[in-house]
């Protein structure tokens, strides 16, 4: 241990400012969305079976909704650009923007080099959680994804229904490629509906037992069109494990839900990020 300095107080005492003020990201414009939203038909629906995963194309200007059934039980998302598999979600960007955990209005931004919106969050049943006594909340992009290597690491042994996997065969099943292939284009999720947080003594990653009940539901705007892969992870609610089949688990519904004619107005899908790309070459 080294000895503190002797203005350390001083030091720990500076107050924190925050790394990026998004006041001047485009505002969402959410009572446009929940109107389409309110007058929206479902239009495809499709059952993640537990301990595995699914996946839906929802178009541009569409929702998706994913929906508590049967038992609480949370669900790792990935999401893709549909017509170009290389612009994915990027969970530690929209982090830095919004913050550990993400709810109505908040966006899920894409991967370099195209970084905007891919979803907007219009709904959020769980809205009502916050933050709770030990900072853990919910839908976060704070975790990775649970997966065989981390679980072979602390603990043996080859368990292929972690989300990882779960993820990376569905796709693999959709794009007929091979699992290997797949794995490399799957990417850190955004955990719906899972409540999780920081201890605050020392800082790590922790879960607790999902607040979800059947009938939650968490909605987001395609602003792209989106490949949406879901897997209904291994660790049910999360209250105890993930990465074996101990927990009881549950499926999850996606839907897709499409607005009548108008009811988006001028909403245009949002460019790619205008940075020229010349890196100072
Ligand atoms: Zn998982």
């Not at 699914?54 to 929906?67: D, E, Y």
């Not at 059934?69 to 790792?76: F, K, L, N, S, T």
């Not at 894409?110 to 219009?122: E, H, K, N, W, Y």
């Not at 101990?246 to 499409?258: H, N, R, S």
Request: some cysteine; hydrophobic content about 35%; charged content about 20%.
């Amino acid at each position: 241990m080294t000895n503190p300095p002797k203005d350390a107080a001083a030091r720990k005492a500076v107050e924190p400012v925050i790394c990026y003020p998004n006041d001047t990201l485009p505002a969402v414009d959410i009572d446009r969305y929940k109107t389409a939203l309110a007058g929206a038909l479902e239009t495809q629906g499709q059952r993640v079976p537990p301990r595995d995963a699914a996946v839906v194309r929802v178009p541009a200007g569409s929702f998706l909704q994913i929906r508590s059934v049967e038992g609480a039980q949370v669900g790792d998302l990935n999401l893709f650009n549909a017509n170009d598999l290389s612009e994915r979600f990027y969970s530690g960007k929209t982090r830095a923007l919004h913050g550990t955990h993400v709810t109505t209005g908040d966006r899920l931004w894409s991967s370099f080099p195209s970084l905007r919106p891919m979803a907007t969050i219009v709904q959020d049943s769980l809205d009502w959680y916050g933050i709770d006594a030990f900072g853990g909340s919910v839908h976060d992009v704070i975790g990775t994804r649970c997966d065989p290597y981390t679980h072979n690491l602390l603990a043996g042994g080859h368990y292929h229904h972690c989300c990882h996997s779960n993820l990376s065969r569905a796709l693999a099943t959709d794009q007929g490629m091979d699992v290997k292939e797949a794995e490399l284009l799957t990417h850190d999720v955004l955990n719906v509906f899972m409540c999780t947080g920081f201890t605050r003594d020392t800082g790590q990653y922790f879960m607790k037992g999902s607040p979800v009940r059947p009938g939650d539901t968490l909605t987001m705007f395609a602003e792209i069109d989106l490949l949406a892969v879901l897997s209904a992870c291994p660790g049910g609610d999360c209250s105890a494990q993930h990465s074996s089949d101990v927990a009881q688990c549950y499926p999850l519904d996606m839907a897709v839900l499409t607005p009548v004619e108008g009811a988006l107005g001028d909403w245009v899908s949002p460019q790619r990020n205008g940075y020229n790309r010349n890196h100072g070459v």
